[in-house]
């Protein structure tokens, strides 16, 4: 029910775009995240915005550098990746939660629906 692509390999300080396709159910009242997860490291927050409203939410490092967005009538939501970092090598997840608020959409372990991961490389 959700679907990430656009991942790709970027050279450092370059820009990339993601995106994420929901199908099969409403998903008003839930809020739609990117996630991501490097080699041997955690998953990750990296933005979050509410399906029906305004409120966009970034982890501390993306913050300056990374936009999510979205688009109800198509169901797409987006990421706008801008100044990449090796560091921000990972694959990347759409998810989606229900009724979540600032403080709980960081959590993983929130979200109800998973897309299956794009990789985005950045080269040095």
């Known amino acids: 029910q959700l679907q990430a692509c656009g991942g790709g390999l970027v050279q450092t300080g370059g820009s990339l775009g993601l995106s994420c396709a929901a199908s099969?159910?409403?998903?008003?009242?839930?809020?739609m995240a990117w996630f991501r997860q490097g080699p041997g490291k955690e998953r990750e927050f990296v933005a979050a915005?509410?399906?029906?409203?305004?409120?966009?939410w970034y982890g501390d490092s993306m913050k300056g550098r990374f936009t999510i967005s979205k688009n109800n009538a198509a169901k797409m939501v987006y990421l706008q990746m801008n100044n990449l970092k090796p560091e921000d090598t990972a694959v990347y997840y759409c998810?989606?939660?229900?009724?979540?608020?600032?403080?709980?959409?960081?959590?993983?372990?929130?979200?109800?629906?998973w897309g299956q991961g794009t990789l985005v490389t950045v080269s040095s």
């Open positions: 099969g159910r409403t998903f008003s009242g839930y809020v």
């Open positions: 915005t509410r399906w029906s409203g305004g409120a966009a």
């Open positions: 998810a989606a939660g229900p009724g979540l608020i600032r403080s709980s959409a960081e959590d993983p372990t929130k979200y109800d629906y």
